[in-house]
Structure formats: C-alpha cells, structure tokens
C-alpha cells in the first residue's frame, strides 16, 4: 500500500511538471522578441576623405600606365560584386535571417530587428552604452519580454546587459539549445540537451546582493560556510555525473544494437547537411519513412534509421541526422557525439544543400567544418542539390553535384545509381551459377537479393549469371561453375 501511494505521488509529480513544460511552452510562443545582431566588419567603416583621395589618384595613375585597361575595368576593380565587403554583407544578412528563423523556430514572435556595425565587440555589454540605451528604449516600446543576441555573450555581459534590461536576455547558443530541447524526444536526445545546456550555464552561473551570501549564523556556524553559488556548481556537477552515467548506458546499449547489425554485413550511408536543406524529405521519398518534414529549424533532431534497396538489390541502411548550422555551439559537437556515430560509421556520407539558398557555398563550408571537427571530412562524399523544383528549369549544376528534388522525387533514380556505384565495401561481384531445381531457397534469395539472367534448365538443373553483393553470393559459392568470383563493378554491368 505504501509503494502504490508512493508512485501515485510520484505520477502526480511527473504530471505536474508536464503540465509546467506546457504551459511555459504556450508562454514562449506568445513572447514578443526584440533581436540584436552586430557586424563586426571593418570593411562597412567609410574610408577617410585621404584615403578615398588616395584610392581615385592611384586609379587614375594605373589607367595612364595601361592603356588597354578601361574605365569599367577600373570602375569594377572597386564595386565588384565579389569584393570582400558584398561577401561580408552577404554573411551578415544570412546569419540575421537564420536568427530570425531560429526566434520563430523557438515560438517567439519578432517585435523589433536592431542593427549596429561596429569594428569590435564591447568588453563589457557587446554593443556599447548608446546602442544599449537604443534596446532599454526599443523594449519598452514595444512590450518586449524577450532580447535575442546573434551573438554568444560572455558571463559578465551577459550580467551586465541583464542588469540594464527589465527582461530575459539569451544569446544564440543558448536559443539553439532551448530549441534542441523542446524537438529531442527520445531519452538519448534528452539526456544529451541536458548534458549540453548544463555545461554552458556552469561557467555562467551568477547571483545578486544576499543571494550570492555565505550561509552562516547560529552557533557552531562561524566558519565561512558555503556560498549559494558554491551550492548551484556542485548541483550542476553531480547532475552532470549522473547523466554522463545515464548516456554512458544509453551508448552501450547502441554500441550492442550496432553489433548485431554489423554481423551482417550491410552498408551504412549517412544524410548530412545544412538544417532546413530538405533532408528529411529526401529521407522520405527514398525510404518511405514517413518521418516528420518541417521548415523550421532542427525539425528532426533523433537519428533514424531505414533500410534502402539500391538498384543492384543490394541493401543499405539510410541514417538521416541532426542539421548543422553556422557557428554551431561546441558544446553540443560534443554532446552529440553519441548522435553522430552513424556519420562515423557510415561508408558514404550524402551532404544535401539547399540548391535555391543564395548562400549555398558558405553552407557547405561550415558543414564541412563540422564534418572536419568530427573527424570525418576525408570520408566519400556525394554533393545532393535538393529542391531544385524551387529553380528554373535550364538552371546549370556543377558536375560533381546531384540535382534532385525529395518533394517531387526527380532525380531520385540517379543518385540511388550513384550510391551504388561509390559503394566500396561488399563489392557487386558477377558469378555464374549451377543449382539444383530442388534448392528453390537458393534460387529465391539470388532472385530477391541479386540481378539474375541468362536462366536455363538442363534436367534438373538451373543455369544462371548473377550480379549481387559480394557476401551474397560468396554463401552459395559451391553452386558456382568457376572457382573464383568474377569482379565486376556496378558501373560495367550497365
């Protein structure tokens, strides 16, 4: 009777804190946000007068030297639009629209964008006293309950712009994490956004006036007694303990899980990418899966696993992963590590890019970055272009891409035959075959997992040519009429 009233206070707990998640949920997504981005590019500061002087005597003296250089030539030597302040502009206006995107991914409505360029950050609040006084100004206005920051604050900015705003103030890591948090559904996922959200408040814990006092007073208290913020790390730290212990379970658990799978020996391609480059509806037009296809960022934050039969009839496993974003917070590289063993493991990586972003080069550069950071970058790589639907039809591809659309599924055909033909590991291989009519089970599992041809009975007997995985048809090598397997590349079959 005590045990069953234990648990029915436990549920209630549990029940009561749900219903907590979900109102502060609700809450978030009725808050007004004012977003704050700085550019800290030199390049946006105008030149002196000398200097812009200086820049048109030089041109002139140049064309006077070079009579086959025209003025257009030296009119494009300074407004290229390859210049490095367009590419900074260009940078700039993507991370302020990915910051847009990620307020509204959190459930947060925008109320007001502030802008400052400025040549570096300010020590103490990041964007200077004028600029802050602007955001006390703008808050007010506008009713704000929430100061989104495109940038990380350190603790003691952080402290000190908290100090100036009647708000909550969060930097870009920390509204990364909080979207983790509300997409991670599985434990593993869970434990993993605890693990990082707790490791980026420990260094950033802080408190006011009494709060931060030593707990002390009575008799046999006069030593210095242990601070509250001593208190919170030590909480944090044996927490963190405890879920490093948990993930540490949950990892032996998949390593056990992979084991199994790899028993068998099947080809692991891994989806990469950009977040909101289509990757999970590419993940469905290949495999059915039915996984959920969302435009808001980190949609899909668990892996998940589908088998693929490739044009060969030979299997894969599909894994779709996490999407990377730029200045991705280091601590959940980390954390996600456990996550980002199937990109480790897989033979071939599918790095999918959003073929109509206007800044797609800078997007593969920083999934790269990632992908070098874990230690995979030098792994086979295909280049998928997704959504091309969005393009016009005559629209001009790199050689090295894929165009495909998961939305429509056109170009879905090729790329499984490009996967086939990158697959190194369990090789197609071509074999003839010798095989009793009474083995209907051999024949059904070349049939089922190879391409079959040339068939033809002599008595009691089946003749055929198979091309198949390696693996395949190594199990009935005593059926072959040749010693050896023939190797034969999927390309060659054609």
């Not at 639009?81 to 959190?106: N, W």
């Amino acid at each position: 009777m005590l045990t069953q009233t234990k648990q029915n206070a436990a549920r209630r707990a549990f029940d009561s804190q749900e219903d907590a998640l979900l109102r502060s949920r609700q809450q978030a997504a009725n808050e007004q946000a004012v977003l704050v981005a700085v550019d800290f590019a030199l390049d946006h500061r105008k030149p002196p007068a000398a200097a812009l002087q200086a820049r048109a005597a030089a041109a002139v003296l140049e064309q006077s030297r070079s009579e086959s250089r025209d003025e257009a030539d030296t009119f494009e030597a300074f407004t290229s639009p390859h210049s490095p302040a367009r590419e900074t502009d260009i940078d700039f206006d993507a991370s302020l629209a990915e910051l847009q995107e990620l307020a509204r991914s959190a459930g947060a409505t925008i109320a007001a964008v502030l802008v400052q360029r400025r040549a570096k950050p300010d020590a103490a609040t990041l964007v200077g006293s004028g600029k802050l006084d602007e955001i006390v100004a703008t808050v007010a206005a506008t009713g704000a309950s929430l100061v989104l920051f495109d940038h990380d604050l350190t603790p003691s900015q952080a402290r000190n712009v908290e100090a100036r705003l009647p708000c909550t103030v969060i930097d870009r890591t920390q509204l990364i994490l909080d979207i983790f948090a509300r997409h991670a559904r599985t434990r593993e996922g869970m434990l993993q956004v605890e693990l990082a959200q707790l490791e980026y408040q420990l260094p950033r814990l802080a408190g006011k006036g009494k709060a931060m006092s030593q707990l002390g007073g009575g008799i046999g208290t006069r030593g210095p007694g242990e601070t509250k913020l001593e208190t919170d790390r030590r909480r944090i730290n044996a927490r963190l303990d405890r879920i490093k212990q948990q993930l540490e379970a949950v990892r032996r658990i998949r390593r056990q899980q992979r084991g199994r799978r790899e028993a068998v020996p099947v080809p692991t391609v891994a989806l990469v990418g950009y977040t909101n480059a289509g990757k999970s509806t590419l993940f469905n037009a290949l495999t059915d899966a039915g996984v959920l296809e969302s435009k808001r960022m980190f949609a899909t934050l668990d892996p998940k696993l589908r088998q693929l039969t490739l044009p060969s009839r030979r299997k894969v496993l599909l894994s779709d992963t996490v999407g990377f974003i730029r200045n991705l917070p280091h601590a959940l590289v980390t954390s996600f590590r456990a996550t980002l063993e199937e990109v480790e493991r897989a033979e071939l990586l599918l790095h999918v890019r959003d073929a109509a972003s206007p800044t797609l080069e800078q997007q593969r550069a920083q999934v790269e970055a990632v992908l070098g950071e874990l230690g995979v970058g030098e792994k086979p790589t295909l280049q998928v272009l997704n959504k091309t639907d969005l393009l016009p039809p005559d629209t001009p591809f790199p050689m090295e891409s894929i165009p495909v659309s998961g939305l429509t599924g056109a170009g879905c055909e090729e790329l499984l035959l490009k996967i086939d033909a990158a697959l190194t590991a369990d090789p197609l291989v071509e074999a003839r075959f010798r095989i009793p009519q009474s083995e209907g089970r051999i024949i059904a599992a070349l049939e089922r997992g190879a391409t079959v041809w040339n068939q033809r009975f002599e008595g009691n007997l089946l003749f055929l040519t198979a091309l198949g995985p390696s693996s395949l048809l190594h199990r009935y090598r005593k059926y072959q009429t040749v010693g050896e397997l023939e190797g034969r590349s999927s390309e060659s079959s054609g």
